[in-house]
């Protein structure tokens, strides 16, 4: 395990000193008054201080906070398919990725709330542009991914990153959350990129098809209705497209609070069908990250709630109405937040975004 002290999240005894970390932060107030309202400081900074482990620290303090997330931010969290799912069973679940973090950490809250147990989580080093942040991050199983870097370097830490995700999965027998390519879908396109597939068969001790197999994927498709974040994605999308995008040093971190703290409408989770041993073998010729990437994305779009936003976005642009899939007020609602926006294009962008997945069906 010392060879993974880079990109590994903390182990147990590493918990005591964070929580230390965490009780003493300059916002540790706020963050307690939005987790446990009624509790006095003093005495969440007593709870904190008394946890002595990953499972304490997830099953209470993280757990309780996507509760709160959920009671506060959301009309509703409802989720299928946990019969999929066999106990005793490490998974890696490869999940379309719409919020920077609430996507991994609402399945964790499930696996907690029904089988007690969570999942680590792949996480891009942009995120860990605060040291409290990574303290945050690492106490809930955080597993580093490093981008950029010289062409060789990059290629060197993906199979690093490779060969623990399979050392975790296939030897500790401990399930792992990735995003199915790097980025949100900003678009409200959900694809799986081949080389995310590619890099998982990197550190494998079969071959590739084998490999795959043993890490016993997950496809895992989260649907909201609104998202917090829509009007900072058009924008960077139309600046992107235009050639004039740069990204502020502090935009991640906005983006994880407004996801966190933005209004979501209702928010359905559905874990899919494992992939079968079957469903590997490409067909016409096809390279073999190339098929599963498809056979993923056929199972992540089949398990995507429509939404009444994705159906009105889908109207506006088409000049239509449909009766039944939402209500006047979500039609209203959609229109001030993309006529918000001052760019023509941009406000196509958001529109876009939301009836995408309606295209997609």
């Not at 690492?138 to 995700?165: C, D, V, W």
Request: charged letters at 25%.
């Amino acid at each position: 395990m010392e060879s993974f002290d880079d990109i590994r999240p903390y182990t147990d005894a590493e918990i005591p000193d964070a929580m230390r970390q965490v009780a003493e932060w300059d916002l540790f107030p706020q963050m307690i008054r939005f987790i446990y309202p009624n509790i006095d400081i003093n005495e969440a900074r007593a709870r904190i201080l008394a946890i002595q482990n990953i499972q304490q620290f997830q099953s209470t303090v993280m757990n309780d906070a996507i509760r709160r997330i959920i009671a506060e931010t959301t009309d509703g969290f409802t989720h299928h398919g946990m019969h999929h799912l066999r106990r005793g069973q490490p998974y890696l679940f490869i999940s379309n990725h719409r919020d920077i973090t609430l996507d991994a950490f609402l399945l964790q809250h499930l696996l907690i709330e029904r089988r007690g147990l969570t999942s680590h989580i792949v996480f891009g080093q942009n995120l860990l542009s605060m040291p409290i942040i990574e303290v945050l991050f690492r106490s809930n199983k955080l597993i580093r991914m490093e981008r950029g870097g010289t062409p060789r370097a990059f290629y060197n830490s993906l199979q690093h990153l490779s060969e623990y995700l399979n050392h975790l999965v296939v030897d500790q027998h401990q399930s792992v959350w990735i995003a199915q390519r790097n980025g949100r879908a900003k678009d409200g396109i959900d694809t799986t990129a081949p080389a995310m597939l590619k890099m998982l068969t990197l550190g494998g001790k079969g071959d590739p098809k084998q490999t795959l197999h043993d890490l016993h994927l997950v496809p895992i498709s989260i649907s909201y209705e609104w998202d917090p974040c829509d009007a900072m994605k058009a924008t960077e999308l139309l600046l992107s497209r235009n050639g004039a995008y740069q990204k502020a040093p502090d935009e991640d971190l906005k983006s994880v609070v407004t996801g966190i703290i933005g209004h979501k409408g209702h928010v359905h989770l559905e874990i899919g069908r494992p992939i079968m041993p079957r469903e590997l073998e490409p067909t016409n010729g096809e390279e073999l990250t190339t098929h599963v990437a498809r056979v993923l994305d056929r199972r992540i779009r089949d398990g995507y709630r429509l939404m009444p936003t994705n159906y009105a976005a889908y109207d506006i642009l088409n000049g239509r109405k449909r009766r039944g899939r939402y209500t006047q007020r979500t039609l209203d609602t959609l229109s001030a937040r993309a006529n918000a926006l001052p760019n023509p294009e941009a406000r196509r962008i958001l529109l876009e975004m939301y009836a995408n997945p309606v295209k997609a069906r």
